[in-house]
């Protein structure tokens, strides 16, 4: 079970729901969860960033580490259709933390709360050997929530802005590579995630599943079709990138392909819907859904390519 | 600013809550926060637990573990007067951590969450260098929310259950002195928090103020002084302790009165409210809400106390 997402099935087996079970509208294993409280639905979920293993303490100051925080945390509840209303926000802080530190990360937060609407009613502070942000946000649907588990047969699968531009500008920092000519809008891009407010109103009228990019759009693309009990076509060629992405993936000697397949944080929305001109003003389509199970890529001739890896998985 | 609640207080300033403000009924620095959602007020709070900070892995199971870390977090939901209805768990686990303990943990999260009716609908899991547990819980008014704000001159101050008796079963835990006759119930007693579900609904009918003993009951009465603008006298010799707490606190050579007063970990609740049988049934009364501020302790000819200590702040 050294994997999160075998343990996350386990965790389902794990917290029977009981009679309240109809309050709980969708629960464990979605990108967020939904909760009618006796009145409205809402919809609650969690994330954390932890330091050495979601951001390096050098590669980021503390206000965008602050910003990426909320805005990764919220990237769960636009994948849902619905809109962040509230959060709280959980710090664990070294004791030698300086003060100006704490405070430009709070800035961070709050400059991220404010442009998301995720404002903040509350938190905890606690010490910690190393820095981690602990962030619950709380959103309103538009309309109906979009789920993990609408996909289609026929359906289109979409997805916003670039992919890859985010787990190439980590790379950029790793590499020190920062004079290459694209280099710091790829920083940018991974420093200071997407905010997707738009998007999810969009997503509320045309899409039948959704969900954010946050592990690689292969793997992300996997976890729709599971719970679905659908399959994908992937098309390689099809995967929108940035100007420069090319050019700055031969520099650093990376796959382009398989960066933007795998990379990881790019926190764009993934979703699925009958093609349409709406959709496609949405978002650039990159696949098909088709009957069966799980996801086959292919090239521009239509030849399956097999990738050896399938993304960012915390415990493997 | 290196004290926890210093930075409380600059937060409070930081996050802005604007036009939406009215929807906050309770924002930051309370037990917890209240948002109305457009239908009905929903109580949000998160604590985190985190290793050799709150807890130590050889002195806690992780089933104690998983469950302290869930009623802990409740706790600020109960003394809002409210009842806990879902939760979410997001938890950062060292890569070593064998499954068994990993399970043992959600167990004891499980049991806690069906006891205390927080249902676990959703969470997160993270690597990380040391173990932690955020536990975010939504709960609902009984009737409306009893804050910290609303302590008047002339309320009697009542404590449920017993003071000092988790800081002492960690004090016979980091000694080695299970030995001791009643050592095993304290020891216990600091594994597994009380539940304190039937005293919400009694504190929604009669308190005027409420708050969970974490940080010890000076600090935490000294905290509703502050929020209600009065001040309290606390009687040393009114604080009820358990049976062989004195015989404990001898032969482990701590001060009794210090330790109930500044202990923490408690997580009784503290409440003011005039006085009555109903209050006198719900708990001990251990002093009076005055006018002015500050909480002078008294001893039982009324001589004033002074205690060096004033509990367990996590930044100090």
Redesign the interface.
């Known amino acids: 079970?050294?994997d999160?997402f075998a343990?996350?099935e386990?965790?389902k087996t794990?917290?029977?729901?009981?009679g309240?079970a109809k309050?709980?509208v969708v629960?464990?294993g979605?990108d967020?969860?939904v909760?009618d409280?006796?009145?409205?639905p809402?919809i609650?979920?969690?994330?954390?960033q932890?330091e050495?293993?979601?951001f390096q303490r050098g590669l980021i100051s503390y206000r965008d580490l602050g910003y990426r925080s909320m805005v990764a945390a919220v990237s769960d509840v636009w994948a849902m259709a619905a809109m962040p209303?509230?959060s709280?926000?959980?710090l664990?802080l070294p004791?030698n933390l300086p003060?100006e530190e704490?405070?430009e990360l709070?800035?961070g937060v709050?400059e991220a709360?404010r442009q998301t609407g995720a404002?903040?009613?509350?938190?905890?502070?606690?010490?910690?050997?190393?820095l981690?942000v602990?962030t619950?946000v709380?959103g309103?649907p538009i309309a109906e929530s979009v789920t993990r588990h609408g996909a289609l047969p026929g359906d289109s699968v979409y997805v916003t802005g670039t992919l890859g531009s985010a787990a190439l500008g980590l790379a950029v920092l790793q590499t020190g590579s920062l004079d290459l000519a694209h280099a710091a809008s790829f920083v940018e891009r991974w420093r200071r995630p997407p905010t997707h407010g738009r998007a999810a109103r969009a997503l509320a009228a045309l899409a039948t599943a959704a969900v954010d990019v946050s592990d690689g759009c292969l793997q992300d693309l996997q976890h729709v079709c599971t719970a679905s009990g659908v399959g994908a076509t992937l098309h390689a060629d099809a995967i929108p990138t940035a100007p420069g992405y090319q050019t700055t993936c031969k520099a650093l000697d990376i796959d382009p392909v398989v960066l933007a397949l795998t990379g990881g944080e790019d926190y764009e929305l993934m979703f699925t819907a009958a093609e349409s001109s709406e959709a496609s003003a949405l978002g650039t389509k990159i696949g098909e859904i088709i009957e069966g199970a799980g996801v086959r890529v292919v090239d521009a001739t239509g030849q399956a390519i097999d990738l050896d890896q399938t993304g960012f998985r915390?415990?493997s």
Do not use: P, Y
Request: hydrophobic content about 45%; overall charge negative.
């Open positions: 079970m050294h999160e343990k996350i386990w965790l794990r917290f029977d729901l009981g309240d309050k709980v629960g464990i979605d967020a969860a909760i409280f006796g009145n409205r809402t609650i979920t969690v994330d954390t932890v050495d293993v979601h209303s509230a709280v926000v959980a664990t004791s003060d704490f405070r709070i800035e709050a709360a404002r903040v009613v509350g938190g905890n502070l606690s010490r910690g050997a190393s981690s602990t619950t709380f309103l915390h415990f």
